[in-house]
């Protein structure tokens, strides 16, 4: 019977600290227990083009180091645009993350939108750049950027040109080449690489623009590459001119990487960092973005916050400069 008394006691005590652990432990640590269900993976472009095939492989291996499923969910549209609200309107507690595309820069100073990249963003990590490229149809007699002018001058107005959506960086390269020579073109936006460059393939548009989605139609035999955007040319074609060497002046690679809501937790933030770099870095996931001759651009948090700054200041001055900015309201 004299134990009773110590029994009720220590009860007692055991309960109260788990209550403890519970109401001050949590709140004080709550990186610990993340992730405790899956993670959804938002990706601004459709099912079946090359970022997304890449993005999967990367949540896929991501997952493994967190335990938990990263789920990829497709919202295309908008010029890539669409993920913004998304995660404007997400709590911040790592369970929603998103790729960051070019275009999320560049909108708000072509267009009225309700959101800000840079306010309304955690940054995670910065993952890879892509090759942008003009191609035509494998039988198309342009065989030159300077083909391709000439057949816009030769039929103004008429020659079909199209790219992954209004305001992405390959309209806006389009625009200012073209604009420059006082020539026009039709533009034809896709929501989709792989819908688009099938339509390029098949005829039923002239010219495509685009990133690394073109690659396999180019090694095939289907699509002829005319130039590429980077500041050198490529490993994978070698024989193809950048529009810098041609005297372009232009240089493009569109650097992305993922992000989740404003106001995320550091402990969140670097535990999917630290599962992501992983992943990019896995040899797995460094083949598949070299189908697509892709390569590593690693960024962490930091960093890839203030290239996320710089980005954003860089598409002001170019929009402002191609007289593409929207009127002040």
């Known amino acids: 019977m004299?134990?009773?008394?110590?029994?009720?006691?220590?009860?007692?005590?055991?309960?109260?600290?788990?209550?403890g652990a519970t109401?001050?432990?949590?709140?004080?640590?709550?990186?610990?227990?993340?992730?405790?269900?899956?993670?959804?993976?938002?990706?601004?472009?459709?099912?079946g083009g090359a970022t997304d095939i890449t993005l999967r492989l990367l949540a896929e291996l991501a997952g493994k180091?967190?335990?938990?499923?990263?789920?990829?969910?497709?919202?295309?549209?908008?010029?890539?645009?669409?993920?913004?609200?998304?995660?404007?309107?997400?709590?911040?507690?790592?369970?929603?993350?998103?790729?960051?595309?070019?275009?999320?820069?560049?909108a708000p100073w072509t267009q009225k939108v309700l959101w800000d990249p840079i306010r309304d963003t955690t940054p995670i990590i910065q993952i890879s750049g892509v090759t942008?490229?003009?191609?035509?149809?494998?039988?198309?007699?342009?065989?030159?950027?300077?083909?391709?002018?000439?057949?816009?001058?030769?039929?103004?107005?008429?020659?079909t040109v199209s790219t992954n959506g209004v305001g992405t960086t390959p309209h806006l390269v389009m625009d200012e080449l073209f604009a420059r020579r006082g020539l026009r073109y039709v533009h034809v936006p896709y929501k989709g690489t792989a819908e688009q460059m099938l339509g390029?393939?098949?005829?039923?548009?002239?010219?495509?623009?685009n990133s690394?989605?073109?690659?396999?139609?180019?090694?095939?035999?289907?699509?002829?590459?005319?130039?590429?955007?980077g500041e050198h040319r490529t490993r994978r074609w070698p024989q193809v001119p950048t529009l810098k060497e041609l005297g372009q002046g232009i240089v493009a690679m569109s650097p992305y990487g993922l992000a989740g809501p404003r106001g995320m937790s550091p402990a969140v933030v670097q535990t999917l960092h630290d599962a992501f770099k992983a992943a990019m870095q896995d040899p797995v996931h460094v083949a598949e973005l070299a189908k697509y001759d892709q390569d590593l651009a690693y960024l962490g948090p930091e960093d890839y916050g203030r290239a996320m700054r710089e980005a954003y200041a860089t598409e002001r001055a170019a929009v402002e400069r191609l007289g593409l900015a929207r009127a002040a309201n």
């Open 2 to 19: 004299g134990m009773k008394p110590i029994d009720r006691r220590t009860w007692l005590q055991r309960s109260l600290a788990t209550l």
């Open 23 to 47: 109401a001050f432990g949590v709140q004080a640590q709550p990186g610990d227990a993340f992730p405790s269900k899956p993670i959804t993976l938002w990706v601004p472009w459709p099912a």
């Open 65 to 106: 180091h967190l335990n938990q499923k990263i789920l990829v969910e497709n919202r295309s549209g908008a010029g890539g645009t669409l993920v913004m609200p998304t995660l404007q309107q997400a709590a911040p507690d790592g369970y929603t993350i998103a790729q960051m595309p070019q275009p999320v820069f560049r």
């Open 132 to 159: 942008f490229g003009i191609v035509v149809p494998a039988d198309s007699p342009i065989h030159t950027l300077d083909d391709l002018f000439a057949a816009a001058k030769a039929k103004p107005g008429q020659l």
């Open 200 to 209: 390029v393939a098949s005829g039923q548009v002239m010219v495509g623009v």
């Open 212 to 229: 690394n989605g073109f690659a396999p139609f180019v090694d095939n035999g289907k699509l002829r590459l005319l130039v590429t955007f």
